[in-house]
């Protein structure tokens, strides 16, 4: 996703680091996979559609 001049998209998704062990590693995917459908990212999401310009319908 492209960045608006006013705003930056870095840190919308969860990230962890120094996971050990494959049951965290486990549950820390889940945990970045879910953080794809949290709030703050919908809320980015929005502010980039609304900046992008409208097309007109094709017909």
Not at 35 to 45: I, M, N, T
Request: proline share 3%; hydrophobic share 40%; charged share 20%.
């Amino acid at each position: 996703m492209a960045r608006l001049p006013d705003a930056s998209f870095a840190g919308q998704q969860e990230s962890f680091l120094n996971i050990r062990g494959e049951l965290s590693l486990l549950i820390h995917v889940r945990k970045c996979f879910a953080s794809l459908f949290s709030g703050s990212r919908y809320f980015c999401e929005s502010l980039f559609w609304a900046s992008q310009p409208k097309q007109a319908a094709k017909t």
